[in-house]
């Protein structure tokens, strides 16, 4: 069994950054396709960014291009998300998820662990 446990959120301004960690324990880390999500009050929980097991692909929302950057380091079971010039339409819950079958989706049923969230709230 797969525990996520995502840190880093907070208040912030809008034009402000936040970096969000997703440290893992229990599972393959290394082997997983993972993923962060985001969820609004009332809305459906929302594709942020993908990253390969191996850190060499990276896919992202529309809404995330040229202001967020997913990474991860192996070794340490962890994967960030930087967000930049963040927005207050960016206030929601934010989710990391892995995925074991390592074809990386934007599908939120796809992922087989989640972590509990944490908020991120943008003031303007």
């Known amino acids: 069994q797969v525990q996520l446990v995502e840190s880093g959120g907070g208040l912030v301004q809008a034009g402000g950054s936040l970096r969000l960690s997703c440290a893992a324990s229990?599972?393959?880390?290394?082997?997983?396709?993972m993923g962060w999500f985001h969820q609004a009050p009332g809305k459906e929980r929302e594709f942020v960014a993908w990253?390969?097991?191996?850190?060499?692909?990276?896919r992202y929302a529309d809404s995330a291009k040229s202001r967020f950057t997913i990474s991860r380091d192996n070794a340490k079971n962890t994967v960030y998300l930087r967000m930049n010039s963040l927005k207050p339409e960016d206030t929601a819950v934010y989710y990391c998820?892995?995925?074991?079958?390592?074809?990386?989706?934007?599908?939120?049923?796809?992922?087989?662990?989640w972590g509990q969230g944490t908020q991120v709230t943008v003031s303007s």
């Open positions: 998820a892995a995925d074991q079958s390592r074809i990386p989706r934007v599908v939120a049923g796809s992922y087989d662990y």
């Open positions: 990253i390969s097991w191996d850190g060499g692909l990276t």
């Open positions: 229990g599972g393959t880390f290394s082997s997983y396709t």
